[in-house]
DNA sequence: GCCGTTTTCGGCCCGACTGTTTTCAGTCG
């Protein structure tokens, strides 16, 4: 049985989960809980390694008993102490803790005194007022449970980074303009730029803390206020999205900017090395002693440990504090990197806006480059084009280019890779192209040998340049394809051909693992719009977010590169 | 359960808010 490295650390996850009901060491629960975050983000498949006698890197946090159950999982599927812990618990106890208000205390009292153990169970016995009878809790507590326990029964919790950003542009503006005289930052997860976001975090400094959570909570789209004290508040948005603020003196807002900013395991590691110099940290600063020695800025929180500033994406512990401490940081790719777009439709297939729209809007946003590729014509769905039409595209191309300055489009096409492998287009078409990126939008359901088969044939093809949204996935919608990646990524080494990171906000495909990976390897990604439309264009920085989580520096980005430099690398994935 | 500039035992990040408590436990971030 294939064994995922997530799959382990579901196992380990559960078991802390169910740990903590029973009230074990919390140290014992947060080990399994580290590791499993490990294992989360941990590329290379470790029950390969260990099948094929390959040794394994020392993980840290993963000693000789936590290495013994990954082995045990890797053969079994299962391990002893899971299965153990679910004879003496139900499992759908587990579920319980998801809910605001409940923890792992309340979860144990829940199911020995009402026999409570799913969030249906739950429901009920709050509206039969059993709940409340509990001890530490009353109606009111039971009252916000039932309705954390609706809300959740009826949608998902995490939230796409668009509508995310939205909301929290509009939030930071509003409390800036409010006459608090406020210094606001949005932290959290949304500013290490996590692929999706559970709530919003905002850190704020001013002089009138009591008017900016009173102008926080009269917030136009608050739905609801969850607290609100002298220096923090929480609110529900009308659109269902937590928003926790936190207001700090001046002096401080470096430590609290980059205490919410995360991601806790981060902020562990980091109070580790500040502890083990003799020094704490906490929301308010860096403390000798009783002395404050830094918190104005993140950057003289991490000089008191003697790092340098570490970017926000970065912090997820995986290595980024060991990287501060050798100086060996990666250069990360910004926005302003980009010289060009590498995946653009028009009206020619899906597209809303013509040749020149996109080029000028390109032009507009600092491009200098943008290639055009349309659906091909298998895609049938989205009008795709067939030989006749991207011939004319072809031509439509060159003489928009001799008309055009500033900007340049290259010829390419979004090929549909056919269950074989092959390309719908004939060899000679694809010839005249700069590029071919291909794109599998048909037979998602394949078996992995198969899809993955499918796909490395299609990189093979002499004219192949660019792998699109590698993994297929829409967040939220549907999962990846079945899909060996790493092969991918090997075999993408080997070929000399690259991969993509489409920044639409549903895709970010490559995620922040498999870019990492492909920074491993040595194999340049395109970090693409995908643009449909115009206003597409802005989508570039969620793209950028996820290749910078992904350690991404610019000289990994394919379309850093100049037009000249571009070129050349294009005609060599050639061969 | 992990780990070692407090090194094989004894630590393990730290503070705010809520509700029900009559001094604090539980939860959250």
Redesign the pocket.
């Known amino acids: 049985m294939l064994v995922h490295n997530s799959d382990i650390a579901e196992i380990f996850s559960e078991i802390a989960d169910m740990l903590e009901i029973q009230d074990a ?1 919390p ?2 629960v ?3 809980r580290n ?1 499993a975050r490990l294992l989360q983000s941990y590329a290379p498949n470790l029950q390969t390694m260990l099948q094929q006698g390959q040794p394994v890197p020392h993980l ?8 013994g159950k990954i082995r045990e999982i890797a053969d079994h599927g299962t391990c002893a ?1 899971r299965d153990q812990l679910r004879r003496e618990l139900p499992p759908g106890l587990r579920q319980l ?1 998801a ?9 144990k009292l829940l199911h020995e005194v009402l026999g409570v153990d799913s969030l249906e169970q739950l429901a009920d016995a709050c509206r039969e007022g059993t709940v ?1 009878g509990l ?8 009252q ?1 449970i039932l309705q954390a326990v609706e809300d959740r029964l009826s949608k998902s919790r995490r939230f796409g980074i668009a509508l995310a950003t939205e909301l929290a542009d509009t939030l930071v503006r509003h409390l800036r303009a409010s006459d608090a005289q406020a210094k606001v930052e949005v932290a ?1 997860s949304f500013r290490r730029g996590r692929e999706t976001v559970g ?1 919003l ?1 905002l850190v704020a400094s001013s002089s009138r803390p009591t008017a900016l959570i009173a102008a926080f909570a009269a917030f136009d789209g608050v739905g609801q206020v969850l ?6 508040a929480s609110v529900v948005l009308r659109q269902g999205i ?1 928003v ?1 603020l936190r207001v700090v003196a001046p002096v401080s807002f470096g430590a609290a900017l980059h205490y ?1 900013t995360g991601s ?1 395991e981060h ?2 590691a980091l ?2 090395l500040a ?2 110099n ?1 020094l ?5 600063g860096v403390f000798s002693a009783e002395e404050r020695i830094a918190g104005e800025t993140e950057a003289s929180v991490f000089k008191a440990v003697g790092l340098p500033w570490i970017a926000p994406e970065l912090r997820e512990n995986r290595g980024e504090i060991e990287a501060a401490q050798q100086e060996q940081l990666p250069d990360l790719v910004q926005l302003s990197d980009l010289k060009g777009d590498l995946h653009v439709h028009t009206r020619s297939s899906d597209g809303r806006n013509s040749l020149r729209e996109m080029a000028l809007a390109a032009q507009q946003r600092g491009l200098d480059y943008i290639a055009i590729t349309d659906h091909s014509s298998s895609l049938a769905v989205a009008g795709g084009l067939d030989a006749d039409g991207l011939a004319r595209q072809i031509d439509d191309i060159d003489a928009l280019n001799a008309e055009l300055h500033g900007i340049v489009l290259l010829k390419g096409i979004e090929a549909e890779i056919r269950v074989d492998g092959s390309f719908d287009l004939p060899d000679d078409l694809l010839r005249r192209l700069d590029l071919v990126v291909g794109a599998v939008h048909s037979k998602m359901d394949l078996p992995s040998e198969r899809q993955t088969a499918r796909i490395l044939k299609a990189m093979d093809h002499p004219c192949f340049t660019l792998l699109a949204h590698p993994s297929g996935r829409l967040l939220g919608e549907r999962e990846p394809y079945a899909l060996d990646m790493n092969r991918v990524i090997r075999h993408a080494r080997e070929r000399g051909c690259f991969l993509e990171v489409n920044s639409q906000p549903s895709r970010l495909d490559l995620n922040d693992q498999y870019c990492m990976q492909a920074r491993r390897e040595g194999v340049m990604v395109a970090i693409d719009s995908d643009a449909h439309s115009v206003l597409d264009f802005d989508n570039l920085r969620f793209g950028i977010a996820q290749a910078r989580r992904g350690w991404t520096g610019p000289d990994n980005v394919l379309n850093a590169r100049s037009l000249t430099a571009l070129r050349k690398l294009l005609l060599k994935a050639r061969g």
């Open positions: 060491n140290f014992r947060r080990a399994y590791a840290p946090g993963i000693g000789t008993d936590l290495m102490l803790l809910v605001p208000g409940i923890g792992p205390r309340r979860a409340a001890r530490g809790m009353g109606t009111r507590g039971q916000r959290g709530d975090d607290a609100k004290g002298s220096t923090r937590q926790d919410f806790r902020n562990i109070r580790g502890r083990r003799g704490k940290i906490n929301e308010y």
